[in-house]
């Protein structure tokens, strides 16, 4: 490491970033840890370079092109040294069932995802103490909603794309109604949750027909 570098404030840590991708096959929000770099010179507080440390870049110093963990490699050794565990899923932070206390307690005992939680054993459970099955219980219900709710976007982007095949093969062709109508197949509470995904706001004085009347049309104006 030159001089120049060698009198910077150099730190190396993990973001958690959202996938898009991975969060909507799984119909919840998924995090990808991302290693990240922040370079401040001596005494200026003010100015913070913030980056990926494998982004790739100038040196002018070696006046070559190189990462940032190369760059500063005996910083980026001591932060792979104190790494934790890389973990994937849907972080502490959107479970909105648990108080920041208890998240942070369970961080403490390295339960750091939603995942995790819903996939304590029952001698696990009884080893975190009296009340905590409520909260394992919380994350698997939630975990299964988003489940519910990935399945049925999926089922109606397909239907989607059945529709605009149909319509591009000829302005005569006139798209079908399905054969089964996939929606008289869902439970009341399914159909309310994908109405307010939608942006949809749900009348709980609402019966079964005006639900169903609601997600139909919203299936329509997707289309």
């Known amino acids: 490491m030159n001089e120049a570098d060698r009198n910077l404030s150099v ?12 969060s909507k096959e799984a119909g919840r929000p998924i995090y990808d840890e991302v290693e990240m770099v922040s370079i401040m010179a ?21 006046q070559r092109q190189r990462t940032y963990a190369e760059r500063f490699a005996e910083h980026y050794s001591q932060f792979k040294a104190g790494l934790e565990e890389q973990v994937q899923g849907t972080p502490l932070s959107e479970a909105a069932f648990l108080s920041v206390g208890q998240r942070a307690e369970m961080r403490a005992k390295q339960i750091k995802t939603v995942e995790q939680l819903a996939a304590m054993s029952d001698r696990d ?4 103490g009296m009340g905590f099955r409520k ?20 089922e109606i982007e397909e239907l989607r794309r059945q529709i605009a095949a149909l319509q591009a093969s000829g ?5 079908p109604e ?21 942006g949809v706001t749900v009348d709980n004085r609402w ?4 639900l169903l009347e609601e997600t139909r049309s919203l299936a329509r104006e997707a289309a």
């Open 11 to 22: 730190r190396f840590w993990l973001h958690p970033k959202e996938n898009p991708r991975k």
């Open 42 to 62: 001596p005494g200026n507080t003010k100015t913070e370079f913030t980056g990926r440390a494998h982004s790739m870049h100038y040196d002018a110093n070696e």
């Open 125 to 128: 459970i009884q080893k975190m």
């Open 135 to 154: 909260h394992v219980d919380a994350a698997r219900a939630y975990l299964d909603t988003a489940n519910g709710t990935s399945v049925m976007t999926k």
């Open 171 to 175: 302005p005569a062709v006139q798209a």
């Open 178 to 198: 399905p054969e089964t109508d996939q929606f008289d197949q869902m439970a009341d509470e399914d159909l309310k949750n994908m109405l307010t995904d939608a």
């Open 207 to 210: 019966g079964r027909k005006r």
